[in-house]
């Protein structure tokens, strides 16, 4: 369990990370810039609300099959766009598209994941983490639907 945790808090922060990246590249356009700023920010808060929950005490999670490998598979795409940030130059609405879809696959397994839980406090703790995602996509999609009107 507490691997799991831990897992999903990396993701959280190479999502941070990535938020911070796109921040940097976006030094010109103040709208952008915020907008990948507060992104940043919303995800070093889920990293750190995830490390918290590790230190409760076993019986608190259902051994049920926890999405290990999903998760793990999520940390690998995360870091790999991490590294193809820092070392080629994406368009930002390459970047957007590919920030949107990491979104979507986690605020799945975030939702699966709040299904197993036996304990009402991190079951609703992952249901508030799925939703957060799921905002994220909203706001994303918004501003890309506004930059690149069809
Ligand atoms: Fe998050
Ligand atoms: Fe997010």
């Not at 796109?22 to 750190?48: F, G, I, P, V």
């Not at 598979?73 to 590919?98: G, H, N, P, V, W």
Request: net charge negative; proline share 1%.
């Amino acid at each position: 369990m507490e691997e799991f945790l831990e897992t999903c808090a990396q993701v959280e922060h190479t999502m941070c990370r990535i938020y911070r990246q796109l921040a940097d590249s976006e030094r010109d356009n103040d709208r952008a810039r915020a907008l990948w700023l507060q992104m940043a920010k919303d995800e070093a808060d889920h990293a750190t609300q995830l490390r918290f929950a590790r230190c409760l005490p076993e019986e608190s999670f259902s051994a049920a099959d926890l999405s290990q490998s999903e998760v793990e598979t999520l940390l690998i795409k995360a870091q790999a766009l991490l590294d193809d940030l820092e070392e080629t130059s994406f368009s930002s609405r390459e970047a957007l598209k590919c920030a949107i879809s990491l979104e979507e696959e986690f605020m799945r397994v975030h939702a699966k994941t709040a299904l197993v839980f036996t304990d009402e406090k991190l079951k609703k703790r992952f249901d508030l983490l799925a939703r957060a995602d799921e905002e994220h996509i909203g706001t994303l999609r918004e501003y890309f639907r506004e930059i690149w009107p069809r």
